[in-house]
């Protein structure tokens, strides 16, 4: 697609329950990073997925946490029994590879964990 | 791991005036980005520096590598500039991607 898709943009859940956030990234760029965003805090790296390799995780903030690209494009972040504390913007940024420093973001999916 | 630090944090102004934000970081970078978030909207790239100077419309981004220091400027700023302005940088390695400051929260009055 022209740009870097993310569903949904907001959504609400209780405290518990299982997430998905999805990110479709630009056709053809083979990186693709997660980033969250809590109130008043910068953004903090989560995830990086480079083609087939396998992901760099070390930004995921607990086990709750995980995520997969399929065939190399579409990713999802599982949060698993929601906190409070997960409530943030996550969002989606994708390049067309490790030697090209152009990054497109999505919109971002604003979670709020009730 | 590199530290990115921006001021101002907030920043109000009058229609027209010349802005400038600035942003500082501790390690030496491949790329620096410039970035733009409207309430409750995403995230927009405006520029990406590796050296110089870059300008679009109103905007105006420089770079100064060996001094680790970056600005941002706009001039004839207009109430639809308000948004928080964010500098990232990419230090390499493509592991963890940018690293970002806190970012510059702006308002322009009218």
């Known amino acids: 697609g022209a740009g870097v898709s993310q569903s949904p943009s907001n959504k609400v859940t209780e405290k518990g329950k299982d997430v998905e956030l999805r990110c479709d990234p630009i056709?053809?760029?083979?990186?693709l990073y997660w980033y969250r965003q809590s109130l008043g805090q910068g953004l903090e790296f989560l995830i990086y997925f480079q083609g087939n390799s396998a992901p760099d995780k070390s930004g995921l903030p607990s086990d709750r946490f995980s995520a997969e690209r399929t065939g190399g494009s579409v990713s999802t972040l599982t949060i698993q029994r929601t906190q409070q504390e997960d409530s943030a913007v996550y969002l989606c940024?994708?390049?067309?590879?490790?030697?090209?420093?152009?990054?497109?973001f999505g919109s971002g999916t604003r979670l709020t964990v009730v | 791991k590199n530290e990115v630090e921006q001021s101002p944090q907030n920043l109000t102004a009058q229609e027209g005036e010349f802005i400038t934000i600035n942003c500082s970081y501790s390690?030496?970078?491949?790329?620096l980005h410039w970035l733009q978030q409207h309430p409750g909207g995403g995230i927009v790239s405006l520029f990406m520096l590796s050296s110089g100077k870059k300008k679009h419309g109103r905007l105006i981004a420089t770079i100064n590598i060996q001094e680790k220091h970056s600005s941002l400027h706009i001039t004839a700023s207009h109430p639809r500039d308000s948004a928080v302005y964010i500098c990232a940088v990419h230090s390499g390695g493509g592991a963890d991607g940018l690293t970002f400051g806190k970012g510059t929260h702006l308002i322009i009055q009218p």
């Open positions: 940024a994708s390049r067309p590879g490790p030697a090209n420093y152009g990054y497109t």
């Open positions: 390690v030496g970078i491949s790329a």
């Open positions: 056709s053809g760029h083979t990186a």
